[in-house]
């Protein structure tokens, strides 16, 4: 599977023919970016499965602890944690048969990249996902 970072089409490809999204530090403050990017995500038409140890609940919606325990398939694991979370994140990812990994603006660990393209997954890094839908659609 290829690094999207440098591919515009494999990166519509990835947005146009996903249907869920795990935002991995989903905030439930109104003013956090996680927060904003998952909004506007739901707005486009994903699904949205917010995933926060410390929240039960946003907006009315379950929160999950940990990306094992949503039951049904993601297509994204869009990430807001540091880097140094990356690793444990790629592992659960990797366990879900997420299709794609997708960190936000500043989040860039290159053997986590490594770790998931060597497991099948398409990797975008260090790439706002609002940013990138709108550019490209």
């Not at 494999?10 to 998952?38: E, N, P």
């Not at 949503?70 to 048969?97: C, G, K, M, W």
């Not at 986590?112 to 659609?137: F, H, P, W």
Request: hydrophobic residues 40%.
């Amino acid at each position: 599977m290829p690094n999207l970072q440098e591919d515009d089409n494999a990166i519509r490809d990835v947005l146009t023919q996903a249907k869920t999204i795990a935002v991995v530090g989903h905030s439930d403050q109104r003013d956090r970016t996680s927060y904003q990017i998952a909004q506007f995500l739901r707005s486009v038409g994903y699904t949205v499965y917010p995933v926060n140890p410390l929240i039960k609940v946003i907006d009315d919606q379950r929160c999950y602890a940990a990306l094992s325990e949503i039951t049904q398939p993601v297509d994204i694991v869009n990430i807001f944690r540091r880097s140094e979370y990356l690793p444990e994140i790629v592992t659960e990812a990797i366990a879900i048969n997420a299709k794609t990994l997708w960190t936000q603006l500043g989040i860039v660990d290159s053997a986590s990249a490594q770790t998931a393209l060597d497991a099948g997954l398409n990797v975008v890094m260090d790439a706002c996902i609002k940013i990138e839908y709108l550019r490209l659609s």
